[in-house]
């Protein structure tokens, strides 16, 4: 078996938040292409799992916006800087090499030999919350899936069962309902009650109306399988009564809860689960590595965007002047021949001799 190819790379944002992907066009704005790597399978993190259509007033010029929308926003704001993206990842190790470089391993398998490492993710990684049901482990990946199924995962003619009462789950089963592939798909939640925009429910009651979304307000017990295969869910309703409800593929929606995880292990100087860091250019205590955002504590700090916004601004200059080796000249967006290139734009026009 061969070992994964050492990916070498000037920096490595942990954390694809508000404030990771700032730290990205920080880093941008110097010339530094980053890796960027978070656990849920799409950007935002934290402000768009729990803000995403709800309403942010203090983004500086920005009166109002959903978290999706800012995050859509930064996304647009780093598209010139081309990041290697690395979704639905964890870091699972990192390690200071003998000549100052980070190794750090992910769960694809990926070694990224870093010149310097942002840590941006905010209270940690946001990891789904999984289902405390004895034996059901050794099916996830295969027919038990969390959050969200694989991309291109195939199923046609399978009998599916989402569980969850929230938004995202009810989505999934309509979405599931609306393909038409699936020979049956249940809905499963302790009530029969969920919380979900209005028009999602009038959309899910109009597919239990037709017969293509059965509601199964029960909770699981336990599982049945036979070679290899997870066959059924041992259920029982609100009146005490169990029985099977056979299946092919389940997808668990249950959320997801912030992990400090492997970060405790790094070496990295902490105070109640925080990264120390200096306000100079928030390194921590070990060189090469910076902390951005909540995952950060210092005195004075208050945890806000805003606050992300100017650490990862100081991060990106104190990291530029380390891998440079000098003083990095301070220059602008509005005026910068050099930054203009980089951001792909055109120079503002000079006014006329005339004007």
Known sequence: ??????????????GAG???LFQVFQLGLQG?????????????????????????????????CSGRELANLLLQQIAPFKPHWHLNTLVSSLTLQTNGRLLLQTSAGAQL???????????????????????????VGTQVH?????????????????????????????????QGHAARISLLHRRDVFQAPDVLLQRLQQLRDAGRITVEATQITGIDASQDRLTALQIVDAEGATRALPLDLLVAV???????????????????????????????????????????????????????????????FGAAEALKGNKVALQYTTTSPRLHQLLGVAPASAPSASA
């Open 254 to 316: 249950l959320g997801i809860s912030p992990r400090l995880g492997p970060i405790a292990d790094w070496g990295i100087a902490l105070e109640r689960k925080q990264l120390m860091v200096d306000t100079e250019a928030f390194r921590t205590s070990v060189p090469g590595i910076y902390a951005v955002g909540d995952i950060n504590t210092y005195p004075g700090k208050r945890k806000l965007i805003l606050c992300g916004f100017h650490e990862a601004t100081l991060a990106a």
């Open 113 to 139: 030999l870093a010149r310097s490492v942002f840590i941006a993710a905010g209270v940690g990684a946001f990891v789904p919350r999984t289902l405390k049901i004895e034996g059901i482990e050794r099916f």
């Open 18 to 20: 508000p404030v990771g």
């Open 32 to 64: 530094i292409t980053a890796h960027l790597i978070d656990a849920l399978p799409h950007a935002g993190g934290q402000c768009v799992e729990l803000y995403g259509d709800k309403p942010i007033y203090d983004i500086p010029g920005v009166p109002v």
């Open 1 to 14: 078996m061969q070992s994964a190819v050492v990916v070498e790379t000037d920096a490595v944002v942990i």
């Open 146 to 178: 969390y959050q969200v199924l694989p991309r291109g995962f195939e199923v046609s003619g399978k009998n599916i069962v989402v569980h969850g009462g929230d938004e995202p789950a009810v989505a999934l089963a309509v979405e599931l309902a609306e």
